[in-house]
């Protein structure tokens, strides 16, 4: 099936900007070659932000180890979402959370990005929560509960291996996002908050 280029140029012509934007950002990867110059183009016309060009280029090409590094890095050295603090690097860890009532359990695994401090207060008040809310839930909150515990314990002995894997996996989802905020170091703390809470 061919695309129609021209209705295409007719749909970004009638795009907002921030559908715009939002292509360039988070979809770029996804579109088929003939449609990124239509895309570029409509950037360009618009006299928007350069850099989201930057963020299409990132999208569309393969990442070396040499930037899937660079991109880590830029990660790891933001302030922490969480506090605000920056006197430590970032870290990835995963939030488990059981809540149960009575024939409801429900059973959050989150991947978040903090600081080590603001990871651990997450982490200790997640099993507290599941300690005293998890076990209600018949059958499943039953063996959820100890599940989620006993995993959370063992996050922590794999805790930099969990970190890489969680860094690389949200570098490499939301390359064109960073890229294009690469000097805007607010917003790329914002949207690293942002993609926290949407977990």
């Known amino acids: 099936m061919t695309i129609d280029l021209n209705q295409i ?13 939002d292509l360039a950002k988070n979809e770029a990867g996804g579109l088929e070659p003939g449609v990124i110059p239509i895309l570029i183009d409509e950037i360009n016309k618009r006299g928007l932000d350069p ?3 930057t963020g299409i280029e990132a999208q569309t090409k393969v990442i070396t180890e040499e930037e899937l590094s660079e991109l880590k890095n830029k990660i790891i050295n933001l302030h922490c979402p969480q506090c605000g603090q920056s006197n430590t690097p970032l870290i990835g860890t995963v939030i488990r959370t059981v809540k149960s ?18 990871a651990d207060k997450k982490r200790k008040n997640a099993m507290i929560s599941t300690a005293l809310l998890g076990w209600w839930g ?15 314990l063992t996050d922590r002995k ?3 291996e969990i970190s890489d894997a969680i860094v690389t996996g949200f570098a490499i989802e939301n ?5 294009t905020n690469w000097d ?6 914002e949207f690293v908050g942002h993609i926290n809470r949407l977990n």
């Open 9 to 21: 140029k007719q749909n970004y012509i009638e795009f907002d900007d921030y559908r715009i934007e």
């Open 158 to 160: 794999k805790g930099d």
């Open 175 to 179: 390359i064109g996002e960073i890229k």
């Open 138 to 152: 018949i059958p499943f909150g039953l063996f959820r509960t100890p599940i989620a515990l006993i995993s959370t």
């Open 184 to 189: 805007k170091e607010d917003e790329l703390v």
């Open 101 to 118: 009532f009575i024939v409801i359990t429900s059973y959050k695994k989150t991947p978040v990005i903090t600081c080590k401090s603001c």
């Open 51 to 53: 850099a989201l060009i």
